[in-house]
C-alpha cells in the first residue's frame, strides 16, 4: 500500500534556508504535494509537483523530485520565524480513485 | 475570495449526544472531504462526495455520517460522540479527485 514518510522535526535559524524531506513508496504517485498547517489551524496548500517534473521554484520554496529514488523535499530559503508549522508531504496515486495519503508531518522550528 | 468555511470553529459536545459540524464553498469544486486529525497525527480521510456520490472510507465508523445537500455545502454527523471522537476536523474541496485539496480552518471537537 501506499506510504508516505517523513521526519518528525527539524530546527533552523531564522535566514538558513531549511530543507524538509519525504520519501514515498508507490511509484505510480501523480502529485505530490506540500501542506503547511499552523498551531489550530487548516492546512494550506504551498505547492505541487507533478510526477514527470524533477523541480518546481515558487518565490522562497524550491521542491525537488527524485522519482528513482521515490524522495521529495521541500527548501524553504531565508527562512522566517512565521514559516515555524507543520509541513504535511502528501501523494495521489492514480487510478480510479485518487486518494491523498498525507505524511505524520514534519514540525519546523525557527529560532529567531 | 474563494475560501472553504467551517463552521463552528470550536464545538463542545457531550458524551453520546449528536453532533452536527458544517462546511461550506465558494470555490464550486466538484468533490468535497471530511478528515479527522488527532494531535500530531496526520489528517485520516474519513469520507468524500464526488459530486453527490457518496464515498466511505473502508475504517471509518458507522458512527460518522455525512450529507451534502448541494454543491456548496456538506456535513459531518456525529450520532453518538464517543471520548475518543475528540479531535479536529477539517474539510477540504478539490476540482476532480486527486487533486490539490484546499482546506477550511477546521473545527475542533471537544467531547465531555
Known amino acids: 500500500g501506499e506510504d508516505v514518510e517523513q521526519s518528525l522535526f527539524l530546527s533552523v535559524r531564522e535566514g538558513d534556508s531549511s530543507v524538509i524531506n519525504c520519501t514515498y513508496t508507490?511509484?505510480?504517485?501523480?502529485?505530490l504535494y506540500w501542506y503547511k498547517q499552523e498551531p489550530g489551524a487548516g492546512l494550506q496548500l504551498l505547492t505541487y509537483?507533478?510526477?514527470?517534473?524533477d523541480m518546481k521554484q515558487d518565490q522562497r520554496l524550491t521542491v525537488l523530485l527524485n522519482k528513482k529514488d521515490k524522495h521529495l523535499s521541500l527548501r524553504i530559503a531565508d527562512t522566517q520565524t512565521g514559516d515555524s508549522a507543520i509541513y504535511f508531504c502528501?501523494?495521489?496515486?492514480?487510478?480510479?480513485?485518487?486518494?491523498?495519503?498525507f505524511g505524520i508531518g514534519t514540525k519546523l522550528q525557527v529560532i529567531p | 475570495d474563494a475560501m472553504v468555511i467551517q463552521n463552528p470553529r470550536y464545538q463542545v459536545t457531550q458524551f453520546g449526544k449528536p453532533v452536527t459540524l458544517s462546511c461550506s464553498q465558494t470555490?464550486?469544486?466538484?468533490?468535497m472531504y471530511w478528515y479527522q486529525q488527532k494531535s500530531s497525527q496526520a489528517p485520516k480521510l474519513l469520507f468524500h462526495y464526488y459530486d453527490k456520490d457518496f464515498n466511505n472510507e473502508a475504517d471509518t465508523p458507522d458512527n460518522f455520517q455525512s450529507r451534502r445537500p448541494n454543491t456548496s455545502f456538506c456535513f459531518l454527523d456525529i450520532r453518538s460522540p464517543g471520548l475518543g471522537d475528540a479531535a479536529m476536523y477539517l474539510c477540504?474541496?478539490?476540482?476532480?479527485?486527486?487533486?490539490?485539496?484546499?482546506f477550511g480552518p477546521g473545527t475542533r471537537l471537544t467531547v465531555t
Open positions: 470555490l464550486n469544486h466538484n468533490v
Open positions: 508507490d511509484s505510480s504517485s501523480t502529485y
Open positions: 477540504a474541496t478539490s476540482r476532480g479527485q486527486g487533486r490539490e485539496q484546499y
Open positions: 509537483i507533478f510526477s514527470n517534473m
Open positions: 502528501a501523494e495521489s496515486i492514480q487510478g480510479g480513485y485518487q486518494k491523498v495519503t
